[in-house]
């Protein structure tokens, strides 16, 4: 379909070139046109369409004739998703005149998709947030850092005053570099809430909390690059050949060695065209495609029995549930025939080790953490964990989304995952050299109920998500369980348009008593709402201005150079960290131990500081010198295993995947694949976490006659420690000074990382060694089981598949469920409305609708509609259309008529905004920092939904209707 501009692209200094015809529709421009008005040139179209995955031209900036100083190549990651690609940038006179793919990176080896050859205009683009700004009755004004940070500081400390600590939310981001995340929540802890949170919440949070209530740990298990030791591959919700496009040379790879290929989803996507066998299902039925697949498996005898005998627990419980969905229930709930199941089971079968790969087609789901778990428990009876070639191969999103996770930028955790007990808060206190005591008068101190049990302080109690912070503003006071509502908001590196319900959205936003966004650009924070005053933007330098580490989909750590200078008036986001912290008094806890140069906390102390309390993970072996050595030979790394072979890091896997067992000084070589028992732990081998207790119901939950290669221990076996080690006879082994910080500590808050060194020493992962447990008892759903979507198209299966009853205090708000359901809306929005990314564009795409060269490549915002629904609405292709949703938010839009999709199903991407309900936003941005590409955001129809462990927002089988415009 060719897409045509509804709006003029033009900056906001040449507004007046963009007229609006009588019936509100605009004037179309075609591809020339629209260059011609941006100012862009033939020049970056022809280099963003000539990409291709396995080699980019140089890309080269026009020089004046007086800059003759050298060329210097600086190592750097693409900012985009997380397969973390290497690039050469080349710098001079302080110019970042062009980049090149790396050949010798061992993750895209030499390749890019196109939002990675587009990154140069990242760290350089014209559209940026120039200076920090204040609006001022509607009109955005120029002010000073320093009369930012004192105005904005004085409003949050009047806020603190009549309102507590928690009335001020914290939004963080996946774009932070590792240290700026840990920077940023240990800020949070300070100030003395909960109440932070970022991206993860709304991507993979139920990935996190399904998979580390599966085995142990919520991450990634193996590699992009170990794909290519699979002999079968399995995508269900997810579309890496556009989403992670360089990941796919993996997947195709290992298609040319023999690997067969299933994709399930409910749309034929460009990753589905590769696939040896596509599966169409229904949006929200995963449960019923999952359990269909274990039936076919059991009922032939394809699962391995070894496997499950020694390291699983709680099987017989998933087959009872299993024994309920014959081929028959299965075909009436996800619309997959009894054949088609039966081939995929065999397909995954009969081709082990078999890897299974998702996205966030999986996850977004009021049920998401049922599907991750259920997805987990597939390969458990496949047998394909621990396995090269096998595991679960998450693909997260953001460039830093799994580091940010990691560092506990979540309203439930603290860095490494520690969560948030008093045992939690007092092992931080110590890394950070503080009084826990007077950290906790930091908080409010009032007790509430916490998920319906004991009451408790709200130090101890999840915060607010992101996903929620709507309600947080607009939900009846008595209703939160927190002194007050939400009245202030910080939005940093976090666009609003990726969350759903965008009507009540901008309510929350006029309601609130302070507004502040913290980014590169304005985002459409700045503009989807009618403000007057108190709403500050402070710009943010991209990643390519400062330098650091992050954190890819795999695991393995990565550091950046920094490529450029800070550009027009922006600093990186750890100088604004402290300069906010210094306004508000907190300044000098924040950096005790951090050299600051001027305002800028040295990244370097910052990661030594957190290696020495992240032990729970296995962030504790890196150092700033072993992961700036990883990133400066990346050519020594076997591109197959991530293993260096000779040179400086010789048999360490690249990044140093955690866990990173132990202190630097230790040198383990990272952990390529979890859970592996083929090799000793001291050499990146591992089993299942024990992390649930060693008996349930009389039954032994650790495993039997598994272990790992060369570990004393030679059974199942609970956690390490000081009681332990002093069992075995290994406490002698502690030095004088490990004894005295071990001494009543388990292995993860020992500080002196004694009891992990002993442990491995002898052979021993110091978690435990456990068996995965199928039955997750702390989860609203034990045995995961399928559950309609609050709104549904198929109200018929409601009676049999209900949700759940409405809750309070989740989250420390009141979550409803069956009240909604209560009521059959498919009668008036007959059709299931699904969301995903689009190649070009990348979460809520403020960043790259303001590229020049991916703006070009697609310029409106689009519905795909099957020719049925189509013809039934009288819409034909290219035509302007509303789409609408049952809580009453609508967008206008182009509608696509293909069959990509089925009848029934409407399928949109969710990286637009600046328009909203029909209304173009273009003159509320600041003057030239508007996006060459508006459009309306998906999730302004995107509707009410949350999954009952986690609050994931549920965009991925909500209603709709569509009717010409």
Excluded at 298 to 314: A, Y
Excluded at 487 to 505: K, T
Aim: aromatic share 10%; hydrophobic share 35%.
């Amino acid at each position: 379909m060719k897409l045509i501009r509804k709006s003029d692209p033009v900056s906001a200094a040449d507004r007046s070139a963009a007229t609006r015809s009588a019936d509100g529709k605009g004037v179309s421009l075609d591809r020339r046109a629209f260059l011609r008005k941006a100012g862009l040139t033939a020049g970056g179209f022809a280099l963003a369409s000539q990409v291709t995955p396995g080699l980019v031209r140089q890309a080269e900036a026009a020089r004046p004739d007086s800059a003759n100083g050298e060329v210097q190549t600086v190592r750097t990651i693409c900012g985009h998703c997380s397969v973390g690609c290497g690039i050469y940038a080349k710098v001079q006179d302080g110019v970042w005149v062009g980049q090149e793919p790396a050949f010798d990176h061992p993750f895209n080896l030499g390749g890019h998709c196109a939002k990675g050859a587009a990154v140069r205009d990242h760290g350089r683009g014209e559209r940026r947030l120039k200076y920090p700004m204040k609006m001022v009755d509607g009109q955005w004004k120029r002010i000073s850092w320093d009369q930012a940070i004192d105005e904005i500081g004085d409003k949050m400390l009047e806020i603190r005053e009549k309102s507590g600590p928690d009335s001020v939310q914290w939004l963080g981001s996946a774009k932070f570099n590792n240290e700026q995340a840990y920077l940023f929540r240990k800020m949070a802890a300070l100030w003395g809430s909960n109440n932070v949170d970022h991206q993860a919440r709304i991507c993979h949070s139920t990935t996190v909390a399904g998979v580390a209530n599966t085995w142990g740990y919520g991450a990634m298990t193996n590699s992009y690059n170990d794909i290519l030791k699979s002999k079968s591959i399995l995508i269900i919700g997810g579309n890496p050949a556009e989403a992670h496009p360089v990941s796919m040379q993996f997947v195709l790879r290992a298609k040319e060695n023999g690997a067969k290929m299933l994709v399930i989803d409910p749309r034929f996507s460009r990753t589905a065209a590769h696939a040896d066998q596509f599966m169409r299902i229904r949006p929200g039925s995963d449960i019923a495609v999952m359990y269909g697949m274990l039936w076919h498996i059991f009922e032939n005898g394809w699962e391995d029995k070894e496997f499950l005998r020694q390291r699983v627990w709680g099987m017989d419980q998933i087959k009872e549930e299993m024994a309920r969905w014959t081929p028959e229930e299965v075909e009436r709930v996800s619309g997959v025939d009894r054949e088609a199941m039966y081939q995929a089971a065999k397909l995954m079968a009969d081709n082990r080790p078999g890897t299974f790969v998702w996205c966030m087609g999986g996850t977004q789901h009021t049920i998401g953490n049922n599907f991750t778990r259920l997805y987990s428990i597939v390969q458990l009876a496949l047998g394909n964990m621990g396995k090269e070639g096998g595991g679960t191969n998450i693909f997260r999103g953001h460039d830093n989304v799994q580091g940010a996770t990691d560092f506990g930028v979540l309203s439930d955790n603290l860095p490494g995952y520690y969560g948030l007990s008093e045992a939690a808060w007092r092992h931080w206190a110590a890394v950070w050299d503080l009084d826990f005591d007077e950290l906790a008068a930091r908080f409010a101190q009032d007790t509430y109920p916490e998920r319906g049990g004991p009451a408790t302080k709200p130090m101890f109690t999840a915060g607010i998500p992101v996903s929620r912070w709507i309600d947080g503003v607009l939900e009846d006071r008595d209703q939160i369980v927190q002194p007050d509502n939400l009245r202030a908001m910080v939005f940093w590196g976090h666009a609003p348009n990726s969350q759903v319900r965008g009507p009540e959205m901008k309510k929350a936003f006029e309601k609130l008593d302070l507004l502040v966004v913290v980014d590169p650009f304005p985002t459409v924070s700045a503009v989807m709402h009618d403000r007057k005053e108190n709403t500050y933007l402070l710009p943010a330098t991209t990643q390519f201005e400062t330098y650091g580490s992050l954190t890819a989909s795999n695991r393995s750590v990565q550091w950046r150079d920094k490529v450029i200078e800070p550009l027009f008036d922006s600093r990186p986001d750890h100088v604004i960290i402290y300069k906010l912290a210094k306004k508000l008094g907190i300044a000098d806890d924040l950096t005790k131990n951090i050299e600051v140069n001027g305002e800028e906390p040295l990244i370097e102390d910052i990661m030594r500081e957190y290696a020495r309390g992240m032990w729970s993970i296995g962030y504790s072996g890196l150092s700033p010198e072993r992961v700036k050595t990883h990133t400066y030979n990346w050519h020594t790394f076997n591109t197959t295993t991530l293993r260096a072979e000779g040179g400086p890091v010789h048999n360490e896997y690249y990044g140093l995947p955690w866990p990173c067992w132990g202190t630097p000084e230790m040198k383990h070589p990272g952990t390529a694949n979890l859970y592996d028992t083929s090799l000793p732990v001291a050499d990146g081998g591992l089993n299942f976490r024990e992390n649930f207790g060693t008996e349930r119901d009389g039954d032994n939950l650790l495993a039997e006659g598994s272990y790992p290669v060369g570990a004393e221990i030679q059974d199942g076996h609970p956690r390490f420690t000081a009681d332990l080690l002093k069992q075995l006879g290994w406490w002698d082994e502690l030095t004088d000074e490990e004894k005295e910080l071990a001494d009543g500590k388990a292995w993860n808050f020992d500080r002196s990382g004694g009891i992990i060194r002993v442990a491995i020493k002898h052979g021993c992962a110091p978690f435990g060694n456990a068996k995965a447990r199928c039955v997750a008892w702390n989860f609203p759903d034990p045995v995961p089981i399928h559950r309609e979507p609050i709104y549904t198209s198929r109200y018929d299966l409601v009676t049999k598949y209900p949700t759940y009853d409405d809750r309070r205090g989740f989250y420390r708000l009141p979550t409803r469920y069956s009240s909604i359901q209560a009521t059959d809306f498919s009668g008036d929005y007959p059709l299931i409305h699904t969301s995903g990314r689009l190649v070009e564009y990348e979460g809520g795409g403020d960043e790259t609708r303001s590229n020049p060269w991916l703006a070009e490549l697609q310029q409106e915002m689009f519905a795909e509609i099957n020719p049925v629904d189509a013809n039934n609405a009288g819409v034909r292709d290219g035509q302007d259309i509303w789409l609408e949703g049952p809580e009453g938010g609508r967008i206008l839009i182009k509608a696509m008529v293909t069959r990509r999709v089925a009848p029934g199903v409407v399928f949109t991407p969710y990286h637009f905004g600046g328009h909203f309900e029909g209304r173009d936003l273009r003159e509320n941005y600041p003057e030239g920092s508007d996006p060459f590409v508006l459009g309306e955001a998906a999730n302004t129809t995107f509707t009410y939904g949350y999954d009952s462990v986690t609050a994931m927002q549920e965009t991925k089988c909500s209603l709709c209707r569509i009717r010409p415009a």
